[in-house]
């Protein structure tokens, strides 16, 4: 029945997890879900009332702009110059999307033919692997590892697979690992991607989550940045908006048109209404995202004095909301949490071959759920 593509296509990792959790519910277990990065927090009242005014106007119930409002691509724009002091053309430079997983999962299908290779760093978000499969490229692993703070090393990439390379996704702050990213890592990447004639997509979701005064860069901050490539940013994370699908492509006007190509094939562009909230929130006051974060930081914090006590070697991470803690097996003792605990944490292969020893939590429940299970772990022998 089914196409000879998806024979490569492995089951969704967290479609998984909510499977897993469901049969725990099923059988009356009080799960504590640390597991997917989905924000407990409300999407803030300003930005839910603008979305109720707008899908009031029949003017919004038509089908939308396959590249997204000039208004919407103008407020991104305006954001990223007070944001990080770049300067984005909204026309050219700057594309709608419904959120930016669906960036990720269509921009190999507008750059890399079957056989070509896109590097991608493992661990990593599943979906950058999944969309090379749907376009039959071929994905080059890139570890990232503890002991090279988990960026991944150029000079290791064999010189016969960065011939063949079309496409490089990067993404810090990191999902899973927390890790940031330096400028001169950036840097690097874009000398070795004129060189080699790469294309770059940075994954840059979880920028504005930030912890302990840090603030994370863009990689569009970097001289040649905008000749190499692009970067894929979302609302979900920053504004508490994950099921709204709203996100934005941002930089190389050819590598967006060429996204914006198979986009309108593909889909009928993001529903005006729920364009101009994000409008609302990209503009509008930011102390939500301040406030968020600090709400995080405290979470952080809980979680990883709790762990540190039972005995685990965890850093307390300066971006995304997620700890990397590291372990002796990452199936077994997530397996042991769920069954022994009732908690859900993310195994680290999860994530690719190179998560094994490590374990994602989440940090997108209240404290009081956080110290709950911290004190249900203090029970196992870990």
Not at 91 to 96: I, N, Q, R, S
Not at 279 to 294: K, M, R, S
Not at 307 to 313: A, T, Y
Request: with cysteine; aromatic share 8%; proline share 6%.
């Amino acid at each position: 029945m089914y196409s000879r593509r998806m024979d490569h296509l492995p089951p969704y990792l967290f479609a998984r997890i909510d499977a897993m959790k469901e049969e725990k519910m099923r059988q009356g277990v009080d799960v504590i879900d640390l597991g997917v990065g989905d924000p407990d927090l409300p999407t803030p009242p300003h930005i839910v009332e603008a979305l109720c005014t707008a899908a009031r106007d029949p003017k919004n119930h038509h089908y939308p702009s396959y590249t997204g409002m000039l208004a919407y691509r103008q407020a991104v724009a305006d954001w990223y110059k007070g944001r990080f002091g770049i300067d984005l053309e909204a026309k050219k430079e700057v594309l709608a999307l419904i959120g930016s997983k669906e960036g990720i999962a269509h921009i190999a299908e507008a750059f890399v033919n079957p056989g070509e290779v896109v590097l991608a760093a493992d661990p990593g978000y599943p979906v950058y692997k999944t969309s090379t499969l749907f376009a039959e490229g071929k994905v080059h692993e890139l570890p990232i590892r503890a002991e090279n703070d988990f960026l991944p090393v150029l000079e290791d990439i064999p010189a016969d697979v960065v011939k063949q390379a079309k496409l490089m996704f990067i993404n810090y702050p990191n999902n899973p690992t927390a890790a940031i990213a330096p400028l001169s890592f950036f840097e690097e990447v874009v000398e070795f991607a004129r060189e080699h004639n790469i294309i770059v997509v940075h994954d840059n979701a979880y920028s504005e989550i930030t912890f302990d005064g840090y603030k994370a860069p863009s990689f569009l901050e970097v001289d040649g940045a905008m000749e190499v490539g692009i970067e894929m940013h979302s609302l979900s994370k920053t504004y508490n908006m994950t099921g709204w699908r709203i996100g934005m492509a941002c930089g190389n006007p050819e590598i967006i048109a060429g996204l914006g190509r198979v986009k309108t094939n593909v889909d009928s562009g993001a529903f005006d209404a729920i364009q101009h909230a994000a409008i609302t929130a990209l503009t509008g006051p930011q102390d939500c995202v301040q406030q968020a974060c600090g709400i995080y930081q405290e979470r952080r914090d809980a979680l990883v004095k709790g762990l540190s006590e039972i005995g685990l070697d965890v850093r307390a991470p300066k971006a995304t909301f997620y700890v990397w803690a590291p372990v002796d097996d990452c199936m077994a003792f997530s397996a042991k949490l769920l069954d022994q605990a009732g908690i859900v944490a993310t195994p680290g292969v999860g994530f690719g071959k190179n998560g094994e020893g490590f374990v994602r939590f989440a940090i997108t429940r209240s404290i009081e759920r956080i110290d709950e299970a911290v004190e249900r772990m203090r029970g196992l022998d870990l």
